[in-house]
C-alpha cells in the first residue's frame, strides 16, 4: 500500500520543525511516496489493488495524502506477523517486557513535539491538546510496564495437603480499532495492557486520520520490542471485519460509534471472542445552585469543547438549577464567545478545526435543527473561516451555545460530537437523575455541588461508567474507563483492564491418591 503525501506540516514562522515520515510542502508541491502500513518490522505496501482514500488536513482542507485500503492478504500477512511476535514475547518475563515499554516511552517524551505536530496536521485539534494527548498516552505505556511484573496468580490450599493454583495467561493476538479524535492516544490506550500482559497487536485506524499509529509502531520496534509485536493496517470497514473475523485474533478492543460496536460484537460473536468497546455517549452535566459559579463554568467548557467537541465522554447535556440558570448562561456564552479559533499549530489557539467536512456539515445541521425544534443559539453555531488566507478551506466552526433546551430535543438526545452545548433546567434533585438517566447511553456524567453528602449521593444514581465530581473530562490513566449500557463493554486503563487481556487458568494439584467411584 503506498500513500502519496504531499502536504505534511503548515506550520507558522515560529513553530519548531518535525522530523515526521512526510515532507513539508510549503516551498512547493513535493510528493513523497511513504507506506503506512507497518507489519513484520517495517513499513510495507499492499499486495492488492484496491480504491484509494483520499486523507485531508483539517486545518486547510488540503489533501494530505492517499491510502489503500488492506485486503485479505495483508491482513493475514500482519496477523502472521503477530503471532510469530507473541511465541517469543509471551515467554519473557514480566520484567523484560516493562523494559522495552519503558524505552518505548523515553523515546515517545523525547519525539513529543513531532508526534504531537503531525497529530495536528492529521487531526485539526489545537497543538496544546495534542501535546497532552502525547503525554497520556506516553503515561499509560509507563503504567502498565510498571504492571508487567506484577501479574500473578493464586494459591488455594486444599485438604489432604492438595492444593490449586491460577495463573493469569495472555490470550494471544489481540486486534485494536481506534477512533479518529484521539489517534494516537487511543493506540497507546489499547496496546499498553495489551503487551503487558504478554499478547501482541494488530491495530487499525480510523482511515481518516491514519499516520501516529505509524509512529507509534517504529517506537515499539526502535525500544526492543520482537518485529512484529505491534503491526498497522489501514483501511475502513471491510479491513476491519477482516480482522474481527480472523480465525487467528483472540480478542477484538474498539473505540467508536455504538452502530460500529454492535457490528463488531455480533462478528467477534462469531468465534465467541471477548470484546472490550468504548462507544458514544449523551453525558449529563448537573449543576447545583450551591456551587461556586466560576468552577462549574470552567466544567461546563471543558465538558463541551476539548477537541472542538469531539470527546465521546463530553457532557453535552448542561442541567442547571433554575436560581442559577440566568448567571451561569451569561457567564458560559461570554467565556465560549473568547475561544479562540484558528490555525491549530498556534499556543494561542484553543479551537481547531473539526476532522472533516462532512462532519462539519453534520454538526452545524443539527444547530440547525435544533432552532427548528424550538432551541435558541446564545452564541456560534456557525460556518468560520480564519483570515489566515491558507486556512479558508479548512473545517472550522464557532462554537455554540443552546438555550431553552428541552428533553425531546435532537440535540439533547443524541450524540452530535462537535462544539454544541445545550442547557436545560431543572428544580429538583430527584427530577433531574430522572431526566439524567433518560437515555440509552450512559459513557459519563458530571456533577458540581458542595454538598459533600448529595455528590456522592447523586453519583451513586447517575447510570454512568464513568463520573466527575467537581471536574469533568479528567482521565488519569490510573483509573478505569467506560460506560454503562449502550455505551460499551470492559474497561480501558487501570489495573482492572489486565482482566480484559488475560484469561485465567485454574490448575489442580493432587498430592494423595486418587479417590475413585468406579
Known amino acids: 500500500m503506498l500513500q502519496r503525501l504531499a502536504v505534511s506540516l503548515r506550520r507558522p514562522a515560529t513553530a519548531p520543525l518535525a522530523a515526521a515520515a512526510v515532507r513539508c510542502a510549503s516551498s512547493g508541491s513535493v510528493d513523497v511516496t511513504v507506506p503506512l502500513n507497518f507489519w513484520a518490522g517495517k513499513r510495507r505496501t499492499s499486495r492488492g489493488k484496491h480504491s484509494e482514500e483520499t486523507v485531508y488536513e483539517p486545518a486547510t482542507g488540503r489533501v494530505l495524502c492517499h491510502l489503500e485500503p488492506c485486503g485479505a492478504a495483508d491482513v493475514d500477512q500482519a496477523v502472521e506477523s503477530a503471532k510469530l511476535a507473541f511465541g517469543h514475547w509471551s515467554k519473557l518475563s514480566g520484567m523484560e517486557r516493562a523494559r522495552v515499554m519503558i524505552e518505548a516511552a523515553h523515546i515517545i517524551e523525547g519525539r513529543r513535539e513531532e508526534i504531537a505536530e503531525m497529530e495536528v496536521v492529521n487531526n485539526g485539534k489545537s497543538i496544546t491538546e495534542a501535546r497532552l494527548d502525547v503525554d497520556s498516552g506516553r503515561l499509560c505505556i509507563e503504567y502498565y510496564a510498571a504492571m508487567a511484573s506484577t501479574l500473578a496468580g493464586q494459591h488455594v490450599q486444599l485438604p489432604g495437603g492438595s492444593f490449586a493454583y491460577t495463573r493469569r495467561e495472555p490470550l494471544g493476538v489481540c486486534v485494536g480499532i481506534g477512533a479518529w479524535n484521539y489517534p494516537f492516544q487511543i493506540a497507546a490506550w489499547k496496546s499498553a495492557p495489551a503487551l503487558a500482559c504478554g499478547n501482541s497487536m494488530v491495530f487499525k485506524p480510523s482511515q481518516v486520520t491514519p499516520v501516529t499509529a505509524v509512529m507509534l509502531a517504529e517506537i515499539y520496534e526502535k525500544a526492543g520490542a520482537p518485529e512484529g509485536l505491534f503491526n498497522v493496517v489501514q483501511g475502513r470497514q471491510e479491513t476491519g471485519s477482516l480482522l474481527c473475523h480472523h480465525p487467528d485474533v483472540a480478542k477484538v478492543s474498539f473505540t467508536g460509534s455504538v452502530s460500529t460496536g454492535k457490528k463488531i460484537m455480533e462478528m467477534a460473536s462469531k468465534g465467541v471472542k471477548p470484546v472490550t468497546l468504548e462507544l458514544g455517549g449523551k453525558s449529563p452535566l448537573l449543576i447545583f445552585q450551591d456551587s461556586d459559579l466560576e468552577n ?11 477537541s472542538q467537541g469531539q470527546v465521546c465522554s463530553n457532557g453535552t447535556r448542561v442541567y442547571v438549577q433554575k436560581d442559577i440558570l440566568a448567571e451561569f448562561v451569561d457567564r458560559v456564552v461570554k467565556r465560549t464567545q473568547a475561544i479562540e479559533i484558528g490555525d491549530p499549530l498556534l499556543e494561542s489557539t484553543r479551537m481547531g478545526a473539526l476532522v472533516s467536512q462532512p462532519h462539519l456539515e453534520k454538526v452545524l445541521s443539527y444547530v440547525d435543527q435544533a432552532k427548528k425544534e424550538g432551541a435558541t443559539v446564545l452564541c456560534g453555531g456557525e460556518h468560520f473561516v480564519p483570515s489566515d488566507p491558507k486556512l479558508k478551506g479548512g473545517y472550522y466552526m464557532t462554537p455554540c451555545v443552546l438555550g431553552d433546551c428541552t428533553d425531546e430535543m435532537s440535540c439533547v438526545k443524541e450524540e452530535i460530537f462537535g462544539p454544541v452545548m445545550s442547557v436545560l433546567s431543572f428544580e429538583t434533585e430527584e427530577e433531574v437523575l430522572q431526566r439524567a438517566n433518560n437515555t440509552t447511553l450512559g459513557l459519563a456524567a458530571g456533577v458540581f455541588t458542595k454538598d459533600v453528602n448529595r455528590a456522592h449521593r447523586v453519583v451513586e444514581h447517575l447510570k454512568a461508567g464513568s463520573c466527575f465530581i467537581n471536574n469533568y473530562n479528567i482521565t ?10 449502550m455505551s ?9 483492564t489486565i482482566e480484559y487481556y488475560s484469561q485465567l487458568k485454574t490448575v489442580y494439584v493432587e498430592m494423595g491418591d486418587v479417590d475413585s467411584l468406579f
Open 296 to 306: 462549574p463554568v470552567r466544567g461546563a467548557l471543558m465538558a463541551n469543547f476539548l
Open 476 to 485: 488519569p490513566v490510573e483509573v478505569p474507563f467506560g460506560g454503562f449500557k
Open 488 to 496: 460499551g463493554i470492559g474497561r480501558e486503563n487501570g489495573q482492572v
